[in-house]
């Protein structure tokens, strides 16, 4: 690996690290929401008739599925989301974002924005949004 590499894998670790972290307390010191709870009710909002099962909304979240329980029950405590059996299996669940949990997720929406912007959009410089997606993303797959 030249310096130039290692350099790059370590800035990238470094992101992995700081980001998750920095836009975390962003949103829970202005919007009181934190990103895990952020994420899941972006993703349900998303959803066809705003529902998704347990395990496909862990699994769009990066959370394991306990993990999306805990989340899941903090937001149901707050009639943000309900847990609903699936029609189809008795034995699995859905996570249904209610309208409740939509207006939350748009009044932290601003705040999430505002972060990722300061946090991410405005370090790229003249840097290619497109390119840097198409780079991006192919770490994902």
């Known amino acids: 690996m030249s310096a130039a590499e290692e350099a790059l894998v370590r800035a990238v670790g470094r992101i992995m690290m ?31 008739d705003r529902r998704m099962r347990m395990s496909e909304l862990a699994t769009a979240s990066l959370v394991s599925l306990s993990g999306m329980t805990r989340i899941v029950a903090r937001l149901e405590g707050e009639g943000l989301v309900q847990r609903v059996r699936c029609d189809e299996d008795a034995r699995g669940l859905h996570a ?44 994902a797959t």
Do not use: K, N, Q
């Open 18 to 48: 700081v980001l998750p972290r920095t836009i975390d307390a962003d949103m829970v010191r202005e919007a009181h929401l934190p990103l895990s709870e952020y994420m899941a009710l972006m993703h349900l909002s998303e959803a066809p």
């Open 96 to 139: 249904v974002l209610t309208d409740a949990g939509l207006a939350r997720l748009r009044e932290a929406w601003p705040t999430h924005l505002a972060s990722v912007r300061r946090h991410i959009l405005d370090h790229l410089g003249g840097a290619d949004p497109a390119a840097l997606t198409s780079i991006l993303e192919r770490f």
